[in-house]
Nanobody, 126 residues
Framework: QVQLDETGGGLVQAGGSLRLSCAASGRTFINYAMGWFRQAPGKEREFVAAISRVGGRTDYADSVKGRFTISRDNAKVYLQMNSLKPEDTAVYYC?????????????????????WGQGTQVTVSS
């Protein structure tokens, strides 16, 4: 099992940037494909970005392509968010998938993830 802890959320003006980090403890971090999701008030939790376990292949939601970048190292996964918009306001969650599906390709489906962090609030003011 792995425990996930997100940091880096906060309040930023539209057009600004934030960098979220997700630290994992427990099993070796390399054993998991990783993803970021977000949930705004009254809405479903939605996919934001994902990165494969090996090779660093990535995928993004259309709404964040060109603005957000997911990356990982041996201990953390990151979400660099640039050109933030008020509609990016949400609680952002880090997730880990331990199945073989995410070894060489990013995992997009929320239901495929096995472990979730507690979330970090991102608020973008207009």
């Amino acid at each position: 099992q792995v425990q996930l802890d997100e940091t880096g959320g906060g309040l930023v003006q539209a057009g600004g940037s934030l960098r979220l980090s997700c630290a994992a403890s427990g099993r070796t971090f390399i054993n998991y494909a990783m993803g970021w999701f977000r949930q705004a008030p009254g809405k479903e939790r939605e996919f934001v970005a994902a990165i494969s376990r090996v090779g660093g292949r990535t995928d993004y939601a259309d709404s964040v392509k060109g603005r957000f970048t997911i990356s990982r190292d041996n201990a953390k996964v990151y979400l660099q968010m640039n050109s933030l918009k008020p509609e990016d306001t949400a609680v952002y969650y880090c997730a880990a998938d331990e199945s073989s599906a995410g070894v060489f390709r990013p995992v997009v489906g929320r239901q495929q993830y096995d472990y979730w962090g507690q979330g970090t609030q991102v608020t973008v003011s207009s």
